[in-house]
């Protein structure tokens, strides 16, 4: 059986846990995470939002982190017209606020470019019941094929012989 690679956004979250001291637990699945994303385990997207957002973290951990992406392949979404008119219906329809918008163009920039999932650590505005059935309704009326949501974590498989 030939089975499709998985296609993958990776939001800013996720790649900030490659390097946070702070939250060990977390660092320690996106580092394992990592591993299998640098074998190629995946397809791999990033936006031009991710980039942005990562360019604004300080040194030393901005370095840090281009390091780490300079290890794996991945495609840059360009936030276009098509990505902000999806982005904007998550505030329109009161999934999201204005305020979260960059996170809205983060979940359109999957959308528009059929990613399978958004893999996150954000809880806030992307992990959580009301996005996941706001992205369901979103896919659904604008015809895009319905994407999953996923933390690093969960990608890892949850065997906890592995650890």
């Known amino acids: 059986m030939n089975v499709k690679r998985l296609k993958i956004y990776l939001d800013t979250s996720v ?16 580092l394992a995470f990592w591993e299998k994303v640098k074998s190629g385990t995946y397809d791999v997207a990033l936006s031009s939002i991710t980039l942005a957002e990562i360019e604004e973290c300080p040194e030393p951990k901005h370095s840090i982190l281009l390091d780490f992406l300079s290890l794996i392949v991945y495609d840059t979404i360009i936030i276009n017209e098509q990505t902000i008119g999806i982005a904007e219906k998550f505030v329109d329809f009161g999934i999201m606020r204005q305020k979260s918008f960059d996170d809205c163009q983060h979940i359109a920039a999957a959308i528009t470019s059929n990613c399978n999932a958004i893999i996150s650590w954000n809880f806030k505005h992307i992990v959580n019941h009301k996005t996941m059935q706001g992205i369901k309704a979103v896919t659904a009326l604008f015809g895009y094929p319905d994407m999953l949501i996923y933390t690093p974590s969960i990608l890892l498989g949850g065997d906890e012989n592995d650890s």
């Open 15 to 30: 790649v900030s846990h490659l390097s946070a001291d702070d939250s060990p637990e977390k660092m320690k699945d996106t």
